[in-house]
Nanobody
Framework: QEQLVESGGGLVQAGESLTLSCAAS????????MGWYRQAPRKQRELVAF???????NYADTVRGRFTISRDHAENTETLQMNSLKPEDTAVYYC????????????WGKGTQVTVSS
């Protein structure tokens, strides 16, 4: 079983950078994908980026070229490097881990707030 804890959120100005980290407390065994999602006020939660166990990455069109997702298997962490931040990136960012096998699982962190001022 995985417990996910996000860190690194905060308040920045437009054009600045932030790095979000997600630490998984379990063994990491069986994680087939990890991702970042975000939810802005009065909007649905949306995918920002994900990375598979094999290293395949995908990004939302709105962040492609500005955000970079990575994963450290040894440390059982994932990171989201966010550059050239925009006010529309303001949201609560959530970490997610999908585990295959027996038992399988879909785990979420509690979120970290990112606020970008103009």
């Amino acid at each position: 079983q995985e417990q996910l804890v996000e860190s690194g959120g905060g308040l920045v100005q437009a054009g600045e950078s932030l790095t979000l980290s997600c630490a998984a407390s379990g063994s990491g065994f069986g994680i087939i994908a990890m991702g970042w999602y975000r939810q802005a006020p009065r909007k649905q939660r949306e995918l920002v980026a994900f990375i598979t166990a094999g290293g395949i990455k995908n990004y939302a069109d709105t962040v492609r070229g500005r955000f970079t997702i990575s994963r450290d298997h040894a440390e059982n962490t994932e990171t989201l490097q966010m550059n050239s931040l925009k006010p529309e990136d303001t949201a609560v960012y959530y970490c997610r881990a999908v585990v295959a096998g027996n038992p399988s699982g879909d785990y979420w962190g509690k979120g970290t707030q990112v606020t970008v001022s103009s």
